[in-house]
């Protein structure tokens, strides 16, 4: 006979927001989570900020979400210029942290939640 598990609303909560539907991946991201101090939903949402495939991915698009008219003033060749995983090895890394499940994606979350 096979037990059922009975999951947590934290742990469904979790799975949703992650789209992540193994159990122990979601359990695995939440004893991550428990020792950056995130052990509710309300923290949970407070600090998750997505996942992405890699740091420079994730500065882009919270640097464009930050400063979308700044951005958008410089020319084409200076803003391709940007080197976004500089941006996260510099400034970035300091107010966020990742959390990984598997080797393609990262979830990212704000250290100050």
């Known amino acids: 006979m096979i037990a059922l598990q009975t999951l947590t609303p934290f742990q469904i909560h979790i799975s949703q927001m992650c789209d992540e539907d193994s159990i122990s991946k979601v359990d695995e991201l939440i004893e991550q989570l428990e020792s950056y101090g995130i052990t509710t939903e309300e923290q949970f949402d407070?600090?998750?900020?997505?996942?992405?495939?890699?740091?420079?991915?994730?500065?882009?698009?919270?640097?464009?979400?930050?400063?979308?008219?700044?951005?958008?003033?410089?020319?084409?060749?200076?803003e391709n210029a940007i080197d976004w995983e500089m941006v996260w090895f510099t400034a970035l890394r300091y107010d966020f942290f990742t959390l990984e499940v598997n080797s393609y994606e990262k979830y990212f979350f704000s250290s100050n939640f």
């Open 46 to 78: 407070d600090a998750y900020r997505g996942c992405y495939r890699d740091e420079a991915t994730f500065c882009e698009d919270f640097m464009t979400d930050c400063y979308s008219d700044t951005l958008e003033s410089l020319p084409s060749w200076l």
